[in-house]
């Protein structure tokens, strides 16, 4: 069962299942992931190293029909949603029309096990396993490539036109690998043992390739990179990205147990400014907006600027960091649109495990175009191989070509100060006990913990507001209006809007970060305030406001509202929006155990 040979790679890093796990082992750090935070393995006595023939043969059983069959469904369920609203500026609509999963189960190879006994409050036993899936997919999507709005265009005109051009788009033969981890955490001392299942990519499995085909004449033959590349960042984004840890799957075998989420560090991240940025489209300057994460669930974003080359936000985030040694923020700019989807303008990546503990960097870091990614692929290349082609003038040209084309034109270019600081063994210790025994009250004794417990986000969708009072009727039939949310000192405001008499779409979200500075008494009272207010050359009308209770947003979660305008003129005006809390630790209802512990 057990591979001994000098080559083995996992050979040093590996408890044997058949070893005696009770024993006193030295533990050590290693960059191995396990579920959201980095596995410490137990010193081995052998690797766990298993022969994976009869895992794939068990999966090839359940593949057909029934897994074939579960995941067909869950297609359908989710993927004509997710291509609308992915659907790129140039898409007027695109509707999957086939899916066939085909009969090639995955294959698995290369399965190791092993167990973390780092945490005694936290046991895990995982293995991995090398995944490679060959199919025979075939995908149809309808396509109809025809923007959204045109200016001065009736949209009456735009149907009949995308109606006119729609072509149907075929995808085949798709190629994936990457490597899986199975967590079995948490582990309890009564059956089922075993209180959860989790699985999840250790890291962003490989596309290795897949084909496009375009049922339409030869004249869209040009239009297969485009879509090539915009299915590439679909998949990537909407779907593989939330199966890669420390995003997982989980099956829960036994719900009464409180599961365990314990950060690495924390990462503090400002968004200074950008600078040099590109338009979203030909006919107007981007409304350029930052979005950031570590995990997709956990995205930040700053407010929208209003149309221009140069962007400045000074708007901080912190960042809870599962996996140091794995994880990457992810920097996307990306140009607000009110109509359709928002276009990338460019992104990049930093590794954490790059970054000096405790202290602040400030960078200006280089966008990567997404429409040259073909392009820097083949200048890594090109600097990999650069001794080898230090006297190849195919080489030398393309240098100087590419030279030539930076020095022409200015590159985007964004401006981030970064800070990670490491938790503590103590503290990592503190915040799993607080998790397993339910009890936030642990980490009111640690001052550091509590900040950081009472910290995280407000995300606020305002789609609509009406029943305004109307203009006066020599200023004309519209209005402009913007609206404002605050918490404490922090506010964020949308772009202008430009509404009916009396009502205006909205459509924009907005983010409030909750510091621990907002929580020592330096506002009156713990409320979100969201005020509508009317733009005029001489001054603001306020049209009115509501107010939201942080206590309230904690305990439900996520609150949908249709509220009445208070405290301003339109007094019968009504607005449109969902607010949702989301703590940086995933601790909820913080605030209220905490004023319970208190009166007791």
Request: net charge neutral; glycine share 4%; with cysteine.
């Amino acid at each position: 069962m057990a591979n001994s040979s000098d080559d083995e790679v996992h050979s040093s890093q590996y408890v044997d299942a058949e070893s005696d796990l009770d024993g006193n082992f030295d533990t050590h750090e290693e960059e191995t992931a396990r579920g959201r935070k980095g596995v410490q393995h137990a010193q081995p006595s052998s690797s766990a190293t298993y022969n994976a023939d009869w895992l794939s043969d068990l999966i090839g059983h359940l593949w057909n029909p029934e897994l074939r069959k579960a995941f067909k469904k869950l297609a359908w369920d989710i993927l004509p949603r997710l291509l609308q609203e992915a659907s790129p500026a140039w898409m007027h609509t695109v509707k999957m029309t086939r899916f066939v999963l085909g009969h090639s189960p995955p294959v698995i190879t290369n399965v190791v096990s092993f167990r973390d006994n780092s945490h005694e409050e936290d046991l895990t036993v995982a293995l991995e396993c090398d995944v490679t899936w060959e199919s025979k997919m075939d995908i149809e999507l309808h396509i109809k490539p025809m923007p959204k709005q045109v200016p001065f265009v009736p949209d009456l005109i735009t149907k009949v036109v995308s109606n006119a051009v729609m072509f149907t788009a075929g995808i085949e033969k798709l190629k994936i690998k990457g490597r899986v981890q199975v967590i079995f955490n948490p582990l309890i001392q009564r059956l089922p043992v075993i209180a959860a299942i989790k699985a999840g990519f250790i890291e962003q499995p490989e596309v290795v390739d897949f084909e496009v085909t375009v049922m339409g004449g030869p004249t869209l033959a040009g239009l297969i990179p485009s879509l090539k590349a915009w299915l590439i960042r679909f998949a990537r984004d909407a779907i593989i990205s939330h199966y890669v840890l420390p995003e997982q799957w989980c099956f829960r075998l036994d719900p009464k147990v409180q599961d365990v989420d314990v950060p690495d560090g924390m990462l503090e991240v400002t968004v200074v400014e950008a600078r040099h940025i590109p338009k979203g489209d030909y006919l107007s300057d981007s409304d350029p907006y930052v979005s950031l994460w570590l995990r997709p669930s956990q995205k930040r974003r700053t407010s929208v600027q209003p149309e221009g080359k140069h962007a400045t936000w000074n708007e901080s985030f912190h960042l809870p960091v599962d996996i140091v040694t794995r994880q990457k923020l992810v920097v996307v700019l990306l140009d607000h649109d009110t109509i359709g989807s928002d276009d990338e303008l460019g992104r990049l990546l930093v590794p954490i495990k790059d970054l000096p503990d405790g202290q602040e960097q400030d960078l200006w870091l280089d966008l990567q175009d997404p429409k040259e990614k073909v392009g820097m692929s083949f200048i890594l290349l090109i600097k990999q191989d650069q001794r080898k082609q230090q006297h190849d003038p195919v080489a030398q040209a393309t240098k100087q070509y590419q030279q030539h084309q930076q020095r022409k034109s200015e590159q985007c270019r964004v401006h981030l100060k970064l800070r990670y600081r490491s938790m503590s063994k103590e503290e990592m210790r503190l915040i799993a006990k607080a998790q397993v025994e339910q009890d936030m009250n642990i980490l009111y004794r640690h001052p550091k913990l509590r900040n950081i417990a009472n910290q995280g986000v407000i995300d606020i969708q305002l789609d609509f507001v009406d029943r305004l009072v109307a203009a006066a009727w020599w200023r004309g039939p519209r209005k402009r209006l913007q609206v404002k949310c605050s918490f404490g000192s922090e506010h964020r405001c949308t772009l202008m809007k430009h509404g009916r008499r009396h009502s205006c779409r909205v459509d924009e979200a907005l983010q409030l970060q909750v510091h621990h500075r907002h929580l020592a008494g330096e506002h009156q009272k713990d409320a979100i305030v969201i005020e509508v207010r009317e733009r005029k050359w001489w001054r603001n009308d306020l049209e009115g406001r509501v107010v939201v209770s942080l206590e309230d947003l904690k305990q439900q979660g996520v609150m949908k509202h249709r509220a009445p305008l208070q405290n301003g003129k339109s007094q019968h005006g009504r607005l449109d929006f969902t607010i949702e809390w989301s703590s940086y630790l995933g601790i909820d209802s913080v605030e209220k155990q905490q004023q319970e512990s208190q009166s007791d």
